[in-house]
């Protein structure tokens, strides 16, 4: 989705030199392989012999290595890519975004397992700030540093920041309401993220599932997730994520018919969007 997002913006954009297209064919590349380096590096488990037995801890320490080999391996890559493209703007953009990574790991509380948990004034203005830092940054910088290769001003290049950024919080929001929309692929009482969009949206109206969160100690493990679903599924939550999802998909589309001329690329730009709305 992400390199594909790119690549059309850059699609809009007919009359731009060949090498310009080869550059921003290449930022897309770098751009999939730095959001996939950070999936795998997520990907790490945090590892205890209280949890796992002998056997088990050796095959999750294999694991994580090549988890971590694997990350900074694409990491590489992409830097490499990056100093090829020759534009310091545009590292010091993609850079940043990769700081930015880091930076959400350490925003808010987390258990014993290093999963994220809600405290008692989590609001979604954090909602927001984490998934930026962690999902919008690099799609929102991606976009601009697009915009800045092709030679464009520094007006449209903040109009490609923003596309992206409230593109990439649609999809956040979007994500967030999979186990609350769909049911068949993610079953009540599947663990579920504790700090995703709907449960911080009914933590702000009802303190008791916070409450229930707390008295779980220090491991989510010890949360009954079909309990938790079922108190977020009978208030007002996932319908208030949804209005969300359709408030930032809504400004992503609105960037695009108020910058860009109407063209097949824009359609297709708008399709991605509009797939974002089907709540």
Known sequence: MWDLQISMQVANYKALYLHKHCSQRSLAEITEMIHTAHLIHKGVVNLSPTVFDGTTLQDMEFGNKIAILSGDYLLANACTGLAALRNTKVVELIST???????AEFIGDRDNQGNPIPNETITMQDWNEKNFLAAGSLMAKSCQATLLLAGHSEAMQKKGFEFGKEIALAWQV???LQP???????????????????VILHLLHDHS??????????????????????LIMSGNAVEEAKQLCQSHAQAALNVVQDTFE??????????????LKIY
């Not at 109407?262 to 797939?275: G, K, M, Q, R």
């Open 97 to 103: 975004a990769i700081s930015d990574f880091m930076e």
């Open 174 to 176: 979007y994500s967030d």
């Open 180 to 198: 609350f929309t769909d049911l068949y692929r993610h079953p009540p009482g599947t663990a579920i993220d504790l700090t995703s969009a709907p």
């Open 209 to 230: 599932l916070l409450d229930y969160v707390t008295a779980a100690g220090n491991s989510m493990e010890n949360c009954d997730f079909k309990k938790i679903h079922q």
């Open 262 to 275: 109407p063209s097949d690329a824009c359609t297709a730009l708008e399709n991605i969007i509009n797939a």
